[in-house]
């Protein structure tokens, strides 16, 4: 089975710290995503990538940065966290650099206050 | 502009109905469609996919039909169970061509089963 972890289910954070999410996962998988999840909104794509040290933009990439040294771990930074960033984070890996059937991790609730 | 739509934001069906949720993509280079499923604070699950070389995918109790000409796909459950209320989610992604952008997805459709 396709384990994806996410190191913190709730976090509070305060405006303006930095703040580091992390994935891992332990199928040797070649992609992993991170998305957020809004009411209403779906699930948005924030940053990928489709190898160590690769990383490509989503469609909403502004206010974070991604960082992946070693292919089971990619981490979403967000530099200067504000109040528009509270929300559910998603994780996600895929086997291959075609798209194929994403895993995801349980989710981290990250509220900023 | 959205290029996976679920234009029903919940669906309520009795036990033991069939529930049907609906999808509609814009982007006709979409070639391989999923359904997750998701429950409050936990991740989505991985519930069905769908090749555009098919129109019709079957496992158990889901089936999905794709209708190409009309870019338009169905999540069908049957019979509906109280653990099947959750939110499901509609994706699609263009799986020829080398390219690892992600998923793109439907905003969610929450089914609600009553017993």
């Known amino acids: 089975d396709v384990k994806v972890t996410q190191s913190s289910r709730y976090l509070v954070k305060r405006t303006g710290e930095k703040v580091f999410l992390e994935c891992v996962q332990d199928m040797d998988h070649e992609n992993m995503f991170w998305y957020r999840q809004d009411p209403g909104l779906g699930l948005r794509l924030i940053y990928f990538s489709y190898d160590v040290k690769m990383k490509e933009k989503g469609d909403i990439p502004e206010g974070y940065s991604v960082s992946r040294e070693k292919k089971e771990r990619f981490s979403l930074i967000l530099e200067s966290a504000s109040t528009n960033q509270t929300s559910m984070y998603l994780c996600?890996?895929?086997?291959?650099?075609?798209?194929?059937?994403?895993?995801f991790g349980p989710g981290t609730r990250l509220t900023v206050l | 502009d959205q290029q996976v739509k679920q234009n029903s934001p919940s669906l309520s069906v009795q036990e033991g109905r069939i529930s049907i949720l609906n999808c509609d993509y814009t982007?006709?280079?979409?070639?391989?469609f999923l359904w997750y499923k998701k429950y409050p604070a936990e991740g989505p699950t991985f519930l069905i996919s769908?090749?555009?070389?098919?129109d019709k995918n079957e496992d158990g109790r889901f089936t999905v039909f794709l209708n190409k000409s009309a870019k338009h796909l169905s999540l069908h459950i049957v019979p509906s169970q109280p653990g099947d209320s959750a939110v499901y989610f509609c994706a699609a992604s263009v799986r020829t061509g080398g390219g690892a952008d992600g998923l793109t997805f439907g905003k969610g459709t929450h089914l609600i089963i009553q017993p």
């Open positions: 996600a890996s895929s086997f291959s650099r075609v798209a194929d059937t994403q895993y």
């Open positions: 982007n006709s280079m979409f070639d391989y």
């Open positions: 769908i090749s555009s070389i098919k």
